[in-house]
């Protein structure tokens, strides 16, 4: 989060521009001019920025901005707090995304005009508070669903059963978005928990019954029988 008393502080070309209730995507260099990171801005209100960054570099970037501060322009009265803990995020891609967040929050209007790409709304979804960016790192039509940090598993649970087709997902091809989810509460694919099985009559010695003397329809029968699930 970046809170700005002096209208000075920004990039020119790119920020100042940005409208309240907007998003941008940006790119931040080193002074060799390499990348440090990627990610977005979304303009909160006039003096106020929410900065997002790659996971594992949000600690980087914090010291980056606060070294400048301190050290080029010590005088501007601008302000960096690190809010990554404080917040939960569940992105919500795909063609049936729009759909399943209108199902979620049924106050929110998700057409393509209500609703533009890369602006953000603060709404309720699935009874709770929530800030919504129309947000694509892939090219398809996705949302960041933003909550409080201890909500973010009440969140994820109602995203996932909003939408059956990740369920039907799971299902036929065995994974799916949320498999994690699905993990930790013990659920496995049929061909999963085949593998296992196999793998237990290996190490019980059934195979061992199988006469390697014998012809191969006798041979084949005997494995069929030791491998019966």
Same mark, same amino acid.
């Given at each position: ?19 309240? =209730? ?6 931040? @260099? #080193? ?6 990171? %990627? ?9 106020? *920025? ?19 501060? !301190?050290?080029?322009?010590?005088? &501007?009265?601008?302000? @960096?707090?690190?809010?990554?803990? !404080? ?15 209108? !199902? ?9 005009? =209500? ?6 709304? %603060?709404?309720?979804?699935?009874? &709770? ?41 799971? /299902? ?11 993990? #930790?509460?013990?659920?496995?694919? =049929? ?5 296992? #099985?196999? /793998?237990?009559?290996?190490?019980? =010695?059934? *195979?061992?019954?199988?006469? !390697?003397?014998? %012809?191969?329809?006798?041979?084949? %029968? ?8």
């Amino acid at each position: 989060m970046v809170r700005l008393r002096d209208e000075g502080w920004s990039h020119e070309e790119m920020i100042s521009s940005l409208a309240v =209730g907007s998003c941008r995507y940006g790119v931040m @260099c #080193r002074l060799d001019g390499m990348v440090l990171d %990627d990610g977005t801005v979304a303009r909160l209100a006039p003096d106020r *920025f929410l900065l997002t960054t790659t996971t594992g570099n949000a600690g980087a970037v914090l010291d980056w901005l606060e070294e400048w501060l !301190q050290t080029e322009w010590p005088d &501007l009265r601008v302000y @960096c707090t690190s809010v990554t803990e !404080q917040w939960a995020t569940v992105a919500l891609v795909g063609p049936g995304s729009r759909a399943a967040l209108a !199902q979620l929050a049924p106050a929110l209007d998700v057409s393509v005009a =209500g609703f533009p790409f890369m602006t953000w709304r %603060d709404t309720v979804v699935a009874g &709770l508070g929530a800030r919504v960016c129309r947000i694509s790192f892939s090219g398809e039509l996705a949302y960041e669903i933003h909550v409080p940090a201890d909500r973010g598993r009440a969140m994820w649970e109602a995203v996932i059963v909003a939408e059956p087709a990740i369920l039907l997902q799971h /299902a036929v091809q065995g994974w799916c978005p949320p498999v994690t989810y699905f993990r #930790r509460r013990g659920v496995r694919t =049929g061909e999963e928990i085949a593998e296992e #099985r196999f /793998a237990l009559k290996a190490l019980r =010695g059934d *195979f061992r019954n199988v006469d !390697q003397a014998s %012809d191969a329809l006798t041979r084949a %029968d005997a494995a069929l029988i030791a491998a019966r699930i």
